[in-house]
């Protein structure tokens, strides 16, 4: 499994790019939002620190006008990945991005059949929400590992991303689905990578090294 960044905070972004380990970033209106700055700079500043996908969501509902937003922000850097929800238009808007060559991240995407759908319309990527679904009750990570055997089953060229990703249980649980990308925020990545048993591995080590050493 490859991970995304889930965020549009450039300071998050830069910290964790230094990483080495994460493929590329997804941003959506909320989190662009929450940064307070002007959306297209914001992207392009994002888009030159990460060499990766970064995905930008369109904010238009109609097909056409989701089409022409879609071109607007894929000028904006080769790297970047249309987000587009998964509605009707979302659907037609896809088929007619994916036949120009521009790549796209079905969003919003909640079971396995709209994943299909997604998959039908041509887009690169679709993001299955799983903690918005077990706030309601529902399995998230069941959803997930669903949309991955029907892929690998009709042999669907779409990317899986496990997304709404709330703690480490979530990615862990992404990666024994068998999804492509988990897109996690910054709290959770760094929850994954740091655990209190390393620490004090890394503390003892350097104990014993030096009362030996002295
Ligand atoms: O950015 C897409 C998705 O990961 C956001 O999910 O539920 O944290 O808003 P959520």
Same mark, same amino acid.
């Given at each position: ?68 937003? @879609? ?5 904006? @850097? ?30 919003? @995407? ?34 997930? @590992? ?58 003892k080590f350097k104990a014993d090294w030096e009362k030996a050493m002295k």
């Amino acid at each position: 499994m490859k991970f995304f960044l889930d965020s549009a905070n450039v300071e998050e972004i830069t910290r964790v790019m230094s990483w080495g380990v994460v493929a590329g970033v997804t941003t959506n209106p909320s989190l662009v939002a929450r940064e307070g700055k002007e959306f297209m700079p914001l992207l392009k500043q994002i888009c030159s620190i990460v060499p990766g996908p970064v995905s930008a969501e369109v904010l238009s509902e109609g097909a056409d006008d989701m089409v022409a937003e @879609a071109r607007e922000l894929a000028a904006v @850097a080769d790297n970047v990945v249309v987000k587009i929800p998964l509605t009707a238009d979302g659907l037609a808007a896809t088929r007619e991005l994916s036949a120009q060559g521009i790549k796209t991240n079905l969003t919003l @995407a909640f079971s396995p059949v709209q994943a299909m759908l997604a998959a039908r319309s041509g887009a690169t990527y679709a993001s299955l929400f799983i903690g918005r679904l077990d706030d309601v009750g529902a399995c998230g990570l069941s959803a997930v @590992a669903e949309t991955v055997r029907n892929f690998q089953a009709y042999a669907v060229g779409t990317r899986v991303i496990a997304a709404s990703i709330r703690n480490v249980g979530h990615v862990e649980g992404a990666m024994s689905a068998g999804a492509d990308y988990a897109t996690v925020p910054f709290r959770v990545l760094s929850d994954c990578l740091h655990h209190p048993l390393t620490d004090q591995g890394i503390e003892k080590f350097k104990a014993d090294w030096e009362k030996a050493m002295k």
